[in-house]
T-cell receptor, first 116, second 112 residues
Framework: GAVVSQHPSWVICKSGTSVKIECRSLDFQATTMFWYRQFPKQSLMLMATSNEGSKATYEQGVEKDKFLINHASLTLSTLTVTSAHPEDSSFYIC????????????FGSGTQLSVL | SQQGEEDPQALSIQEGENATMNCSYKTSINNLQWYRQNSGRGLVHLILIRSNEREKHSGRLRVTLDTSKKSSSLLITASRAADTASYFCATPTQGGSEKLVFGKGTKLTVNP
C-alpha cells in the first residue's frame, strides 16, 4: 500500500510563532498533495493543493501568506502556519494520490495544532 | 459549499447490527468515495464507486450509488465495536478533478 507520513502529530506553540508541518509520501512519488483543515466534530476543509516544483493552489478564503506551502520534492510537502494565532488552532491533515493507486487519497495521520 | 452531505450525523447501534449511512451531493461526478476516520487520526479509504456503477461490495461494506438522485449509501453489515469511527463521503470538486470535497460525516458508535 501507499504510506503518507505526517509530522509532528501535535504541536503547541505561542501566539505569533510559526509552525511547520511535514508531509511525506514514503513509498511513492506524489506530484500533488492536498492540505486539509478540520475543526472538532466537523468535516475536512480543503485548504490548498500542493504542486511539486510550482506554486500551491489555494482555495477561496485561505490566506496564502498565512499558510505557506512548499513542495520541493516528489515526496515532501510542507505547510507552515506563519504568525500563528489561537484561531489557527485546528487539526491539519495532508493527503496524496499514488499515481498507481487510482483516484483514492492516502492520508497522513494529522497534526493537532494548539496556539496559546 | 459542501459537496457531500451525510446523514445521519450520528448513529449508535449494537454489535452485530447493520449500519447504514447516506450521502447526497450536488454536482455531476465520475466517482464517489467513502472514507473512515478514527478519532484524532487521518482518513482511510474504504471504497470507490464509479458513476456507471450502481452497487459495489467490499467485505462487510456495501455501497450504492444513485446518480439520478445524486445520493449514495454505505452499509456496514454485522458491525463490530472496532467499526466505531466517523465515516465521510467524498466527491471530486468538478467531474474528474483530483481535488476531493468531503461531507460532514456520520459518527458511528458500535456498542459491545
Amino acid at each position: 500500500g501507499a504510506v503518507v507520513s505526517q509530522h509532528p502529530s501535535w504541536v503547541i506553540c505561542k501566539s505569533g510563532t510559526s509552525v511547520k508541518i511535514e508531509c511525506r509520501s514514503l513509498d511513492f512519488q506524489a506530484t500533488t498533495m492536498f492540505w486539509y483543515r478540520q475543526f472538532p466534530k466537523q468535516s475536512l476543509m480543503l485548504m490548498a493543493t500542493s504542486n511539486e516544483g510550482s506554486k500551491a493552489t489555494y482555495e477561496q478564503g485561505v490566506e496564502k501568506d498565512k499558510f505557506l506551502i512548499n513542495h520541493a520534492s516528489l515526496t515532501l510537502s510542507t505547510l507552515t502556519v506563519t504568525s500563528a494565532h489561537p484561531e489557527d488552532s485546528s487539526f491539519y491533515i495532508c493527503s496524496a494520490r499514488n499515481p498507481a493507486g487510482g483516484e483514492k487519497l492516502f492520508f497522513g495521520s494529522g497534526t493537532q495544532l494548539s496556539v496559546l | 459549499s459542501q459537496q457531500g452531505e451525510e446523514d445521519p450525523q450520528a448513529l449508535s447501534i449494537q454489535e452485530g447490527e447493520n449500519a447504514t449511512m447516506n450521502c447526497s451531493y450536488k454536482t455531476s461526478i465520475n466517482n464517489l468515495q467513502w472514507y473512515r476516520q478514527n478519532s484524532g487520526r487521518g482518513l482511510v479509504h474504504l471504497i470507490l464507486i464509479r458513476s456507471n456503477e450502481r452497487e459495489k461490495h467490499s467485505g462487510r461494506l456495501r455501497v450504492t450509488l444513485d446518480t439520478s438522485k445524486k445520493s449514495s449509501s454505505l452499509l456496514i453489515t454485522a458491525s463490530r465495536a472496532a467499526d466505531t469511527a466517523s465515516y465521510f463521503c467524498a466527491t471530486p470538486t468538478q467531474g474528474g478533478s483530483e481535488k476531493l470535497v468531503f461531507g460532514k460525516g456520520t459518527k458511528l458508535t458500535v456498542n459491545p
